[in-house]
């Protein structure tokens, strides 16, 4: 089950950020996102020598704490996407594939000739169908 | 799943745009004007360069962002890529096409004008053409700065038109 999700700009500005629970834990899981960015840019700037997907966009797994699981997305522009979910066993298609319908839905957000790069994006559209996505995660359906 | 739309009423809108800002919106400064449609590029190439990359890997170096200018982003825009590209290896890049689509239909021959312009002076006259085809150039100029800019490039992008329809595009990136 998705918990969190996020999209951070390219210079760690926060663009979306969303929680999925009714807990009041939200801090806890936008603190979590936050460390998660330190990873994202160690990944970056020090690519391991035998990793094949220097230039991939999905970074993987990147922060397994206690209860959750941080994923990560990095666009040709800079952009990083961010799920946090508590399942405890992740197809890596099904995040690829989340990944892949969470960036579709970014881009048609940034289209919006009233959006504003580098703001938040406020668009009830974008969260509604960030929504559709998040529920159908994990079910084994493909869009 | 997207909406389509003929090719000739976007190229009746970018040429109505650019006749807009040059003649009604500020008439007196050109300079203004010039601004203007290249913040718009701007903002267009920003917005489409973030489409166009969605499904690719990450590039590695300038050359193969402007690579990527030249090829996928200009056959997605105008459906053909661009002739050639020049470089000097130290941060400058000359984007020539040969045949651009919105300058297909521009001559600045004085004599072919007819009898609707105002001036009397032909020579005059082959300067107005020269200087709308030259606000029409600065609207892919955004679009190439826009498009370089998301993709963390910083650069000044300037357009020649020695000869049309051929036109290029000189690509500077700030370092």
């Known amino acids: ?143 | 799943m997207g909406r389509e739309v003929a090719e000739s009423c976007l190229d009746g809108v970018v040429m109505e745009m650019v006749s807009a800002y040059c003649s009604r919106f500020y008439a007196a400064k050109p300079e203004l004007a010039a601004g203007r449609i290249e913040a718009i590029g701007f903002q267009v190439g920003h917005q489409l360069s973030e489409r166009y990359t969605m499904d690719r890997p990450r590039f590695s170096d300038h050359l193969e962002a402007i690579k990527f200018i030249c090829k996928d982003f200009w056959s997605e825009l105008f459906k053909k890529q661009i002739d050639n590209l020049k470089t000097n290896h130290r941060g400058t890049f000359v984007l020539q096409d040969n045949h651009f689509p919105w300058l297909t239909r521009v001559s600045l021959d004085p004599s072919m004008e007819s009898t609707d312009a105002t001036e009397s002076d032909s020579a005059s006259l082959g300067d107005t053409a020269a200087q709308t085809t030259t606000m029409l150039l600065y609207f892919p100029c955004g679009i190439i700065r826009g498009a370089l800019t998301n993709l963390g490039i910083t650069c000044a992008v300037s357009a020649d038109m020695s000869n049309l329809p051929a036109c290029s595009f000189v690509v500077r990136i700030k370092t």
Do not use: W
Request: glycine residues 4%; positive net charge; contains cysteine.
């Open chain 1, 1 to 143: 089950m998705i918990v969190c999700v996020a999209v951070v700009g390219h210079q760690n500005n926060p663009l979306y950020l969303q929680s999925f629970t009714e807990a009041d834990d939200a801090l806890k899981l936008h603190h979590v996102v936050h460390c998660s960015l330190d990873v994202i840019d160690e990944r970056v700037n020090n690519p391991k020598r035998n990793a094949p997907t220097l230039n991939e966009t999905f970074l993987g797994l990147l922060y397994p704490t206690e209860n959750y699981k941080v994923y990560g997305y990095l666009t040709n522009t800079k952009v990083k996407f961010l799920m946090v979910t508590t399942d405890l066993d992740v197809k890596d298609a099904d995040a690829r594939n989340f990944f892949r319908k969470f960036h579709a839905a970014y881009v048609d957000a940034v289209s919006n000739p009233f959006h504003v790069p580098g703001k938040k994006i406020a668009s009830r559209s974008f969260g509604a169908r960030v929504s559709t996505i998040v529920k159908s995660f994990g079910s084994g359906t493909t869009v």
